[in-house]
């Protein structure tokens, strides 16, 4: 059973109106248990738009989306899955420990239950002694690894990451990617994993996907011989390089398209 | 160390003060000054503590309307904007309505209200309040309902949280500082309310009324003793709106306002 199946799905937004966005076009993609897969491509490629359709937050306009062998709908009700975004999106009024909490409470579990996975979470992201204090005590780093203790702390099977790191500087993002892997390999969680950063996308993932815009759709897949384990010795590594040469390239293709299209505009405005 | 950076605070502005009611004081007497053009602090004292009773008896009479406004705007201001923000269509049909009565003196409506209640009835006064305060309370807390960070409410639906579970846990946390920055700035507002609502008729025992009453009998020094005790009780209003805030902001409620974000 795959982790995630999505299947011919299509999002047009505004159909049938002037204002109709094609913001994804026959997409196929499967993902299985246990893989990191990063999804990369310029912006208005329809990879957040992807994402969400996986996380059931948006309805495919055709196609089926699968998650865990259920329809995407049921595993958004059965939080099959933890979401984390580029704000931590924290809550201000709760303490880290109760913002930990607050998908526990969601879904009925008593109050020393919920304190005891806090705690093992804060111990996962290393942050033990953090749990009385506000999120706005905490540097950007921090509070993006409370958000992911608080996306993982139902133990969800997948997780699902837009641009998690987006905000933050690029030593704290390298140590954050490290954290991540070593995390996910410690919980055994899949990954879906929303990035700009080709280094970042190579770095975590088994399998790195190329989207282009307009409209948008999956126009490369990349795989990743990095191996299971990495170190910061891997950012030195010629496979690395390689990794990035050949995502670089599979841009580029969409690229070449960007340039075509400005061409074209621009000779219509002559 | 603590203790004396207070004082380091304090300090100036109280010597400030003090210098200016000297200087006042000086110029009355160095410019001899008559009493209807302009009272000394020291007789305005004077006739402060020799009419305590009386100024604090107007005071309470003003200060109640005052309160009982601003508990009763306070709470259908809460209930409607809770309304609102469930009801989007309400909103679009009461929004620009909130807006424009905010920008109109509509405390002169209190001349229309005297009409429909006995001579000596607080009650039109108290309705001002709480209609002035309703509006303030409404726009504010509305707007903390419904001005939540997308974020959030992603972050919650993809928890399948249902609309009420959203509701308790993001839209009421969020609007508590917008409450709290209401009643700041309605607490003031109110008291003014008060005091000018007793400008248009009814019984004349508030604060606002013993103001024109010694002015027009050229009681000057008499009418700054009232005056001193309208700016105590808007002080003491808005002492309490700020002590309320910052109680209420002990568990990090207002950090979004000390927040660096």
Redesign the interface.
Known sequence: MSAVQVTGASKIFNQGTPKQVDALIDVNLTVEPGEFVSLIGPSGCGKSTLLRLI?N?LEPTTGSVMVNGKSASQS????D???A?Q?A?L?????VAKNIE??L??KGWDKEKRAARAQEMLELVKLPEFAEL?P?QLSGGMQQRIAIARALAAHPPLL?MDEPFGALDEMTREYMQGELLRICAETSTTVVFVTHSIPEAVYLSNRVVVMSPRPGRITDLINVNLGAKRTEDTRAATDFFTGITAVREALRGTHADHANAGAVRGVEDR | MKATSRIRRILPPLVFGVAFLLLWEGVVKGFNLKPYFLAAPSKIFEQFFKNFARIWEATSVSGTNALVGLIAGTLFGVAMSFALSRYRFLGELVTPLAIALNAIPIFVLVAVLNNMYSITSEIPRRIMVSLVVYFIVLVNVAKGLTQV?S??V????????SDF?ILR??RV?NA?PYLFTALKIAAPVSVITAFVSEYFGGSQNGLGSRITSNIANSKNAAAWAYVLGACLLGLTFYAVSIVLESAASR???A??T????
């Open positions: 996380a937050l958004r009700l059965d939080q899955y933890g979401m975004f704000q999106g809550f201000d009024w709760r303490t607050l998908p409470e969601l506000y706005w699902l | 960070q974020t959030h992603e972050l919650m639906k993809s928890y399948a949280a579970a846990k993001v946390p508590v568990g990090g409620v950090s979004k000390n927040n660096n974000k």
